[in-house]
């Protein structure tokens, strides 16, 4: 195979399984000389590179997996060779890598370079990850489907150019058109990491080429390019017409491109003529009746043309030549885009396709009536194919095909142009030139096609394949025409002669009889170009209907065979027929899922626990303990492959028995930590683990907080994987209220619309440090037995973020951006997401709405409330932000002006104040009005613990307004079904709304009512012009509210004028067109309050609030983006002028890397700054970052400063490199520098390498004194080198940096300062010397620019296996001395909505000492509520941070028992149940044995996190999902030696 784009090698893929189970993909690409080494974490899947030489980059291949396997072959269990990348995706517990394993060059070298190449084998490779998710048997049984999808002979794709645009591409591979993009899903993984470019870029359809001769030589080369479009993809009886994304079903661009293949370095002329086919673009289906022979056709009866319009503007932008740039020969006066419709359907009377015919008609008069394409003239011209040919045989059909094509396509014409190698003449060329960063020469085009034919007929399938063939033919004659290739039979025998006369006249083969053209042509270069026909179109109508095409011997016709053709095929017609029905009937849904899934649709009903950004897992590669922890046995690996996974099946033991085992875990990267995950490990006795642990979590040593105390870790089978999720560090304040209330709040009411108490914890994505305590059970006096640990985190997208590029910056982006035109329409479209009736606000609120909004990127404080609320104001008047503020060059004016606008009142006050109005009228809340108050509070910004506070401040339990515990218990079910049904209507409405905008201008949709229209309080009906008066204003304010837009619309129900408050959201219509089974999902038009049930207008809002609250913590996680990003690279960062730190590679040495490089490298402990410094991060932050101006200075108080620096990893440190501030050094505040390395925390055991001081330096290198002279940007900043004499091994570097506050006029020089390595050397002169200044003399302080670490890092020697000594083997295989054994119970029932298990022991029973609870099979749904803005939180590439982390929904079990005489039910214990894999057993010891004839075990927590997957279980008509049901899942214990049991022990083990 030729190798495409002239490189020295094709590219491989290798993906190599070691024995442990990971697995590591191995990338050459063709396009680069290196090798890139991707490795999927085990745990979470997700895919790991740093670009670290050595380490995921080498040389070769070779080198590459020999790092991997260290050497040994036998480290591998299994190697797939692949050739390409196709996608990956983590889908639960399960990942999928998609490679071709094979390949067939369809297009082996296109004008310019670039081979297309054709999918003919691939493989899916699935990795089991060790993570205990649950996932339903529906999610699981779709994940296998997914793989089923044909891949094989219907994809290909171009590793080195773009061809998802028409040839040549103006563009580069990083920006394919979407609608052809197949893969787009599949390989976000990769551009996550940087790695676009290692998955290629996947096209479905035909991609075919022929070379062909007049006179038994090659003269020319014909290819054939169908994509298939993916707007609307799916399969025959589902697919058809249009869909909400305005896209067809069978929707395909094919492109015939004519070349004259010439030798290397000559200029390649060629043409390529464009056309469109499929199917008709109105809203239209067939439904297939068994008994019937054909489908019945029938037009959606309302508004079947919507969208239509939308259609003809995307192919109107797509082939309108004027949007290319270059003034075509094509292009008519009027400059209008022709777009012609030839419809080959049958038009008879009666048949049942002419009702389309009627419809197609109507659409384009509809079309024409409104003016909705001005520039674009559309042509429909009907020719019926199948009538024709009955009629008057299969030449006079074709010739009458020609009769009607002559004149559109002699208008729209065809693109011609030539390739040049070099771009040396590029301005001699006349017309467009085209080139980008993937092609050496140019494109010149000297004519473009302007418009395009497309041709349907019911399916676009046979009769579409054959017509526009012929078409394509006669444009074919007269693209080799152009070229000079003549295919004039009569010329043949001298055509050179002749060439210049006749053979001129163009397009003259469309006056011609088919039995003219037939003799006239030579026929070979025709048949291929048949073949070519014969195979796309057998393709498209697999992937279609699931068979090969019909009636295609027709495309034979020129052919000596083609009358053999037409008896063979009655009988393959006959046979495709009928396997076209069984897979209509049969498989078609099914394919529509695969399909779906593929392309990451509708993944919210296929997939719906599935994450769409795995978490990372931290402890895991760079991490490493802080403390040495001493294990039984004699290895020295000091705890640390407690974090390895190469031993999974470890069980480490402590030296002897423990009070306490504590683990002080330093991350690899800095995140914030969502959840630990343990795997249990102990011998045969199980009481080993410990049985509970607490969490603390830290940016460095000094700043840890407790984030979980106590949780249990339940007794379970050795090597069970048990999730632990954390939350975030949480105030002591808010945390008292939380327990003072739940103390309130009767044990009877379940949060099963949203949790009301859920607390908001801190989201810190520079959490470093992790403490973890673990408890052994008190029972226990052996040493203690561990597993692997590791800690899940959430990571910024680093790399983008300091780059300002990649999808990770979109986040940042997106926190800047007022989010200016959101979904659905007014709530987002002012700049407030509470906007949604700002202007009606009663008096009392005025501002505060829009000022609880905080300008994240400007570092605007517009929280302007007064008192202090500490943990969930996201206020940046944090004085770690403020520090970076200094530089700004500009002062924001609008800081100013908020702060004139504080309002009088606080946003408690407000509330509170809301809630008199709402209580003013009659003294209790019923539950409508519970619900306005909490969405008046989250609009306020108010979180659960201040709404907490402020009510207690008025002597008001907040129980009272709990709106979970004040709706109907009958009413529950019905309610949050609804709201379900409303999230799915929503996200699908905007998940096509995102589609359908492909290739097109966004759609400025200007509507006052948004999706909820839920109306504030004190907001009322605007009175007379409306009709309807739903909302009637009962409450008295302090001023008179009128509705905020005088406008009325007309409900499409009663036909009553409305006014916007009396509307009902706009997601009313979505359920209404649901209940109504109509698969139209549009919100056009109104519905009015009194048209809706009570229950929509309810689900609507209990929608709304869960929006509300997702926003909440939207911005609270946004917000500590920001503060990560601040506490780095400063706030002005994305806007400011950035730091050029010119030649960085000129500060190192051969070999040597960056090895306290910000994200990897950070402080052991915290560092304080002078108020207006740099983040001290800013000091190990890349060089390439942060501002110009700014650096690091230290409090003006100290005279020394000690920095910790943590290492990316072990590495042989060769020296540190200090980069002079800006403001450069002067004699008072240069610096002595003294500098230790050491491997652990312990400061005795640092080693000290060195000793300098700046001062004496400066006196002989003056220019490091002064500010840094302008201008100097582009080369390398004045620095200071400290070499070690040795490189030294370490992990950590103590960096003491000192100046003399008294200032002394001697400086001494000691025998220890051997310096420096000096590049620069630049003349001094006397004068620079009086220079030196920069901070101000009288006030020296300690600052720098950065600090580099230099040196090579080592490969870390973990996971060594080891054996334990044959006496702790022995001790592990030793059982326990007790056995767990059942407890009769005599019944057991659920009470209180399911989630209270109450069990009845018999009285004979032995003392219960514990209960078994096997694992829960609900999933977590990640779809919760309706979208709130356009930006899709469920899509890839916008998502950093999943709620479902961030905020877990956490169980709890709490025991009671009948006790005493007096049958009191008094409280045993709780227990907080970690996340295991469904029906795994937990057993939980009771604290004392229990002796109770009655057990109560109750379910609390936010149950509502929990969902069944839709796929499993119907409807349970209860609002706990069924499968957190307790019926069965819970057993009584108690412990027995097993010989006092006899023979019954093993009959009641448990
Ligand atoms: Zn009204
Ligand atoms: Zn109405």
New binding site residues.
């Given amino acids: 195979m030729e190798s495409s784009a002239g490189g020295l090698r094709n590219t491989s893929v290798v993906v190599v399984t070691l024995e442990t189970s990971e697995v590591y993909i191995v990338v050459s690409l063709s396009s680069r000389t290196d090798t890139q080494v991707i490795y999927i974490d085990p745990t979470s899947g997700s895919l790991q590179h740093d670009r670290k030489r050595g380490y995921d980059v080498f040389n070769t291949q070779d080198e590459a997996l020999n790092y991997i396997t260290d050497g040994s072959k036998s480290a591998s269990k299994s190697t797939v060779y692949a050739k390409a990348i196709l996608g990956y995706i983590v889908l639960g517990s399960v990942a999928l890598l998609l490679v071709a394993t094979n390949l067939a060059a369809s297009i082996p070298y296109l004008p310019g370079g670039g081979c297309i190449y054709t999918i003919s084998e691939s493989k899916w490779i699935k990795i089991l990850l060790q993570n205990p998710l649950q996932q339903g048997k529906g999610e699981v049984k779709n994940i296998q489907e997914l793989t089923e999808l044909e891949i094989d002979g219907k994809h290909f794709f171009c590793e080195t150019r773009d061809i998802t645009h028409p040839f040549p591409s103006r563009f580069s591979l990083q920006n394919p058109d979407d609608e052809f993009v197949w893969n787009g899903w599949l390989s976000f993984a990769f551009r996550r990491i940087g790695l676009e470019h290692h998955c290629v870029i996947l096209l479905q359809g035909f991609a075919g080429y022929r070379t062909f001769g007049s006179l038994g030589q090659q003269d020319g080369n014909v290819a054939l390019i169908a994509r298939r479009s993916r707007l609307h993809p799916g399969t025959r009886y589902i697919a058809r017409g249009l869909n909400s994304c305005y896209s067809t079903g069978n929707e395909i661009e094919c492109e015939q491109l004519v070349w004259v293949p010439k030798r290397s370095g000559q200029n390649v002329p060629f043409n390529m003529y464009l056309w469109r086919r499929g199917t008709i673009p109105i809203w239209w289906g067939a439904e297939l009746k068994m008994t019937a022979a054909e489908a019945t056709i029938y037009v959606s009866n309302r508004n079947p043309y919507k969208g239509s319009a939308r259609y003809y503007q995307r192919l109107s932008k797509r082939y309108n030549a004027r949007n290319l740039g270059v003034a075509s020969a094509n292009q008519n006066k009027s400059g209008l885009v022709p777009i012609v419709c030839v419809n080959l359907l049958r038009n008879g009377e009666g048949k049942s396709e002419s009702i389309l015919v009627q419809h197609f008609e109507e659409s384009l008069n509809y079309i024409r009536s409104t003016g909705q394409l001005p520039g674009t003239r559309i042509h429909l011209i009907n020719y019926d194919w199948h009538t024709s040919i009955k009629m008057k045989g299969e030449q006079q059909t074709i010739e009458g095909l020609w009769y009607h094509l002559k004149a559109p396509t002699i208008s729209i014409g065809i693109s011609e142009g030539d390739y040049q190698h070099s771009r040396q003449h590029i301005e001699d060329c006349e017309g467009e030139q085209i080139y980008n960063d993937d092609i050496t020469g140019f494109f010149c085009l000297q004519a473009l096609q302007n418009g395009v034919i497309r041709y349907n007929c019911a399916d676009s399938l046979d009769r579409t394949n054959a017509a526009s063939y012929f078409g394509a033919l006669q444009v074919f004659t007269e693209q080799c025409r152009r070229l000079g290739i003549f295919l004039d039979n009569d010329l043949a025998s001298d055509h050179n002669t002749r060439r210049n006369s006749y053979s001129d006249k163009s397009w003259k083969r469309f006056d011609m009889t088919f039995e003219e053209f037939k003799r006239t042509t030579i026929l070979s270069p025709v048949c291929e170009l048949a073949d070519l026909f014969l195979i796309a179109g057998d393709i498209h109508a697999t992937l279609y209907t699931g068979s090969k095409a019909m009636h295609s011997h027709i495309l034979s016709i020129f052919s000596e065979e083609a009358a053999k053709a037409k008896q063979f095929s009655v009988a393959q017609n006959m046979k495709i027929t009928l396997q076209r029905r069984y897979n209509n009937a049969v498989v078609d849904s099914y394919r529509q899922k695969q399909l779906e899934m593929f392309l990451g649709l509708r993944l919210f009903k296929h997939l719906p626990s599935v994450t769409v950004q795995p978490l990372h897992v931290l402890s895991r590669r760079f991490s490493f303990l802080l403390k040495p922890i001493a294990s039984i046995d004699q290895t020295p690996d000091d705890g640390d492959s407690l974090l390895c996974f190469k031993q999974k099946d470890l069980i480490w033991i402590s030296e002897q028995a423990a009070d306490i085992i504590q683990l002080f875990i330093y991350l690899g990267e800095p995140c914030h930590v969502c959840q630990l995950l343990l795997t249990i490990s102990h011998g045969a006795d199980d009481s080993t683990y410990p049985s509970t642990v607490d969490v603390r979590t830290g940016r460095d040593l000094d700043a840890l907080k407790l984030v979980l105390e106590g949780a249990s870790i339940p007794r379970c089978p050795n090597g069970t994987n048990v999730v632990i999720p954390i939350p975030g560090a949480v105030s002591d304040e808010d945390m008292g209220l939380k327990t003072r209330s739940s103390l309130h709040t009767p044990p009877t009411n379940p949060s099963f619309l949203y949790d009301f108490e859920g607390l908001e914890g801190e989201v810190d994505f520079l959490t470093r440090v992790v403490v973890l305590t673990f408890y052994p059970a008190e029972s226990t006096s052996s040493p203690v037995t561990l597993g692997e640990v590791e800690v899940l985190g959430i990571t910024l997208p680093w790399r983008n973020i300091i780059a300002s590029e990649g999808p990770g910056l979109k986040s940042l982006t997106h926190v800047s951006k007022d989010n200016a035109n959101s979904f659905p329409s007014k709530t987002s479209s002012s700049s407030n997401v509470f906007g949604t009736t700002n202007d009606v606000l009663p008096h009392v609120k005025c501002d505060t709405s829009r000022n609880t909004q905080v300008d994240l990127l400007s570092g605007e404080d517009i929280v302007s409330r007064s008192d202090s609320q500490p943990m969930t104001e996201i206020s940046l008047r944090d004085p770690s932000l403020d520090m970076c503020l200094d530089h700004k060059e500009e002062n924001d004016p609008q800081r100013i002006s908020v702060q004139d606008k504080t309002p009088t009142k606080t946003a408690a006050q407000h509330y509170i104040n809301c809630f008199e109005i709402l209580t003013a009228v009659d003294n209790k809340l019923g539950f409508s009005e519970a619900m306005k108050l909490e969405i008046e509070r989250l609009r306020l910004n108010l979180s659960t613990a201040e709404r907490d506070k402020a009510l207690s401040s008025i002597g008001i339990d907040p129980a009272m307004i709990n709106p979970n515990t004040l709706i109907q218990e009958s009413y529950i079910n019905s309610l949050c079904k609804a709201a379900n049904t409303l999230a799915i209507l929503g996200q699908t409405y905007l998940e096509d709304r995102t589609t359908g905008c492909i290739g097109l201008d966004a759609l400025d949709d200007n509507n006052d009512i948004d999706f909820w229209n839920i109306n504030r309080i004190g907001e009322g009906c605007c009175g007379e012009s409306c009709q ?1 008066h739903a909302e009637h204003l009962i409450l008295t304010l302090t001023s008179t509210s009128t509705s905020s837009s005088e406008s009325t619309y007309l ?1 499409s ?2 036909r ?1 004028r ?1 006014c916007q408050v009396c509307c009902a959201g706009k997601g009313a219509i979505l359920l209404r067109n649901n209940t109504g089974g109509s698969s139209y999902n549009d919100i056009d038009g109104v ?2 309050k ?2 809706c049930q009570d229950s929509v207008l309810d689900a609507l809002t209990l929608d709304y609030i869960r929006v509300l609250i997702s926003q909440l913590r939207n911005r609270q996680a946004e917000a500590a983006t920001f503060k990560a990003c601040a506490q780095v690279v400063g706030t002005n960062y994305i806007s400011g002028k950035k730091f050029e730190a010119g030649k960085i590679l000129e500060l190192l040495h051969n070999e040597e890397e960056s090895l306290a490089e910000f994200p990897f490298g950070s402080y052991l402990h915290s560092i304080e700054s002078a108020s207006g410094s740099a983040p001290p991060l800013s000091l190990l932050a890349p060089l390439n970052s942060g501002l110009q101006q700014s650096y690091w200075r230290a409090p003006a108080s100290s005279s020394c400063v000690e920095l910790v620096i943590v290492l990316g990893n072990l590495s042989d440190v060769s020296g540190v490199v200090l980069l002079v501030s800006p403001c450069g050094y002067s004699m008072s505040d240069a610096p002595t520098v003294q500098i230790w390395t050491s491997n652990r925390i312990h400061k005795e055991e640092r080693s000290c390498v060195g000793k300098w001081d700046i001062r004496s330096l400066i006196t002989s290198s003056p220019e490091l004194c002064g500010p840094e002279k302008s201008g100097k940007e582009g080369q390398y900043p004045r620095h200071i080198r400290f070499d070690f004499r040795n490189p030294v091994r370490c992990r950590l570097i103590w960096i003491k940096l000192t100046i003399q506050k008294v200032v002394s006029s001697s400086v001494s020089f000691g025998k220890d300062f051997n310096l420096l390595s000096f590049d620069e050397d630049l003349p001094s002169g006397p004068g620079r010397r009086a220079s030196i200044g920069g901070t101000s003399e009288s006030d020296p302080c300690i600052h720098a620019k950065r600090i580099l670490v230099v040196g090579c890092p080592v490969k870390a020697d973990t996971g060594r296996s080891f054996e334990h000594a044959n006496s702790i083997k022995n001790w592990l295989e030793k059982g326990p001395l007790l056995n767990r054994y059942k407890v009769q119970v005599d019944s057991e029932k659920l009470i209180d909505n399911d989630l209270v298990l109450e069990q009845n022991i018999s009285p004979s029973s032995p003392f219960s000492a514990g209960f078994r609870l096997d694992g829960f099979t609900a999933i977590k749904p990640q779809l919760t509520h309706s979208p709130y803005s356009d930006v899709n939180s469920l899509g890839t590439s916008s998502i950093v941070f999943e709620h479902r982390f961030i905020s877990p929904a956490v169980l709890h079990i709490q025991v009671s028992a009948l006790q005493g005489s007096s049958e009191e039910t008094v409280m045993v214990a709780e227990y907080r149940i970690p996340e295991v894999k469904g029906g795994t057993a937990m057993y939980f010891d009771f604290p004392k044995v229990m002796n109770s004839k009655k057990m109560f075990f109750r379910l609390v927590g936010d149950v509502t996190g929990f969902a069944d997957d839709p796929e499993e279980g119907g409807d349970t008509g209860r609002p706990v999902a069924a499968g957190l049901c307790l019926l069965n899942r819970i057993k009584l214990y108690y412990y027995a030696h097993p010989t006092d049991l006899g023979r019954w022990a093993s009959l009641s083990g448990i």
């Fill in positions: 309807v409900c129900t009663c009553r409305v519905i009015c009194l048209c």
